[in-house]
Nanobody
């Protein structure tokens, strides 16, 4: 079992930055590929970015590529999401999740955090 806890969400102005963290407990995080997803009110949960178990490979949604950066520190059992040049449309609850399948669909992620709210004002 892996327990994931996100932190770092909050309110930011358009053009600003936030850094989300996802801390894991239980099994070591290095066993898993990690992803960040987000869900805005009235919308489906959508993929934001993913990083493979070693950190050597990453993937980004077109909407965030060039603005967001995912990274991980397996020694600290933590995954990060650096969000720059934030836009109001980035407002959502952000979730981190762990999977043994690289670039799997949301249903193929085994463990999920509780989410952290990110609100970007214009």
């Amino acid at each position: 079992q892996v327990q994931l806890v996100e932190s770092g969400g909050g309110l930011a102005q358009a053009g600003g930055s936030l850094r989300l963290s996802c801390a894991a407990s239980g099994r070591t995080l290095s066993r898993y590929h990690m992803g960040w997803f987000r869900q805005a009110p009235g919308k489906e949960r959508e993929f934001v970015t993913a990083i493979n178990w070693s950190g050597a490979m990453t993937s980004y949604a077109d909407s965030v590529r060039g603005r967001f950066t995912i990274s991980r520190d397996n020694a600290q059992n933590t995954v990060y999401l650096q969000m720059n040049s934030l836009k109001p449309e980035d407002t959502a609850v952000y979730y981190c999740a762990a999977t043994s399948r690289w670039l799997g669909s949301p249903s193929q992620y085994d463990y999920w955090g509780q989410g952290t709210q990110v609100t970007v004002s214009s």
